[in-house]
Nanobody, 127 residues
Framework: QVQLVESGGGLVQAGGSLRLSCAAS????????MGWFRQAPGKEREFVAA????????YYADSVKGRFTISRDNAKNTVNLQMNSLKPEDTAVYYC????????????????????WGQGTQVTVSS
């Protein structure tokens, strides 16, 4: 089992940047592909970005493509989400998730594929 803890959320003005981090502990190593999801009030949790176990394949929701960048450091058991050009519609609780997988290249945006979840970190973008 792996535990995930997000950090880096906060309040930022539209057009600004934030960097979220997710620290993994427990049964870690690089056996997981990782993802970021978000949930705004009254809405379903939605996919934001994912990165493969090997770190070479990434996948983004259309709404964040070109603005957000996901990365991972397997030596430090961390996954980051660099968010630039933030918009008020990016306001949500952001969750880190892990998917145990054998493939080094596979990624997915399907929420049900992820078994482990963090508690979330709030991101608020003011207009």
């Amino acid at each position: 089992q792996v535990q995930l803890v997000e950090s880096g959320g906060g309040l930022v003005q539209a057009g600004g940047s934030l960097r979220l981090s997710c620290a993994a502990s427990g049964r870690t190593g690089s056996s997981y592909s990782m993802g970021w999801f978000r949930q705004a009030p009254g809405k379903e949790r939605e996919f934001v970005a994912a990165i493969s176990r090997g770190g070479l394949t990434t996948y983004y929701a259309d709404s964040v493509k070109g603005r957000f960048t996901i990365s991972r450091d397997n030596a430090k058991n961390t996954v980051n989400l660099q968010m630039n050009s933030l918009k008020p519609e990016d306001t949500a609780v952001y969750y880190c998730a892990a998917r145990e997988i054998f493939s080094f290249a596979a990624v997915t945006g399907t929420r049900a594929e992820y078994r482990y979840w963090g508690q979330g970190t709030q991101v608020t973008v003011s207009s």
